[in-house]
């Protein structure tokens, strides 16, 4: 699997930290995380049952406690991460 190039994970770094997530991990208090090295992505499902991949989605960038493993995902669009493309459409914003 691809990791992220540097310059794109300091950028999400520092993005998650300008906006003040900086408080320990909530089940086990350690203060270490690690940037998971890849994008996760919600789909928005019209209904319960069935699962469709595609269309209206939150992209989230992903941090991992180095003690627990406990995920915390923040959104890009509240980052101002997502591409232009993205940006523009409501459904790709948290």
Same mark, same amino acid.
């Given at each position: ?14 993005? /998650?930290? *300008?906006?003040?997530? *900086?408080? @320990?991990? @909530? ?18 499902? @019209?209904? /319960?049952?069935? /699962?469709? /991949?595609?269309?209206? *989605? ?17 959104? !890009?669009?509240? !980052? ?7 940006? *523009?459409? @409501?459904?790709?914003?948290?």
């Amino acid at each position: 699997m691809e990791d992220l190039p540097r310059e794109e994970k300091e950028k999400i770094i520092h993005a /998650i930290k *300008s906006k003040g997530a *900086s408080r @320990p991990c @909530p089940r086990c208090g350690c203060s270490n995380f690690t940037l998971v090295g890849g994008y996760f992505q919600h789909f928005i499902q @019209p209904q /319960i049952q069935g /699962i469709r /991949i595609g269309g209206p *989605s939150v992209p989230t960038a992903v941090v991992a406690c180095d003690q627990c493993g406990w995920l915390a995902e923040h959104a !890009l669009g509240v !980052l101002n991460l997502l591409p232009e493309d993205q940006a *523009s459409k @409501p459904e790709a914003k948290s």
